[in-house]
């Protein structure tokens, strides 16, 4: 009975040994990445930004442009409102109201198209990031890298590799 119980001991020692030397066997790398500063600060994101910036002002012009034409008619129906008929204020009117209108969804597709150029180059060049980081998870054999911005709450310095992935990013654009 003595024996069985020995027995029964070792076999639990055993068996709950190998599992913590096999933890220890197995380290664990992780890295944490902030791909927004990759955006924000790796050549291609910089010449996107540029690149958005010189639409959105050329959009702005043409807004102004829009504007001014809009104030221009307003003040012409504002000075000769006393003087038309009923029904030739009210015809201005309609045509002012549709400028308006013309105007707003104007303005909306110019925001809307912009969006959708700063979308299109953010997945191109996340679609690229992602390339660079799966090349340096795998040459550096972390078995684990996390999005600065999306859960983690603290993390060593050491763990960041954003400045390795921008500068590997930046250098294979060239």
């Known amino acids: 009975m003595i ?19 096999a ?12 791909l927004h500063a990759c955006l ?8 996107l930004l540029r690149k958005l910036e010189k639409k959105k ?9 829009k504007q001014k034409e ?12 006393m003087m038309l008929s009923n029904d030739a204020r009210e015809k201005q009117q309609k045509e002012l109201e549709r400028k308006q209108r013309e105007y707003k969804y104007f303005v909306e597709d110019m925001q809307d198209t912009l969006r959708k150029e700063e ?16 090349d340096i998870a795998t040459e550096g054999r972390y078995s684990l890298i996390l999005e600065k911005r999306t ?6 310095a050491s763990l960041d590799i954003t400045d390795k992935v921008i500068a590997r990013f930046d250098k294979g654009k060239k």
Not at 119 to 134: A, C, N, P, S, W
């Open 70 to 81: 809009l104030l221009k008619i307003q003040e012409n129906l504002q000075k000769q409102g």
């Open 119 to 134: 979308t299109k180059g953010t997945k191109q060049i996340l679609l690229q990031l992602q390339e660079v980081i799966h």
């Open 23 to 34: 933890l220890r066997a197995a380290t664990l790398k992780i890295g944490v990445i902030d």
């Open 57 to 65: 002002d050329a959009m702005q012009k043409q807004i102004k442009q």
């Open 151 to 156: 859960g983690v709450v603290f993390n060593d």
């Open 40 to 47: 924000r600060n790796s050549t291609a994101g910089k010449n």
């Open 3 to 21: 024996k069985k119980h020995l027995f029964m001991t070792i076999v639990m020692i055993v068996a709950l040994a190998i599992p913590i030397s």
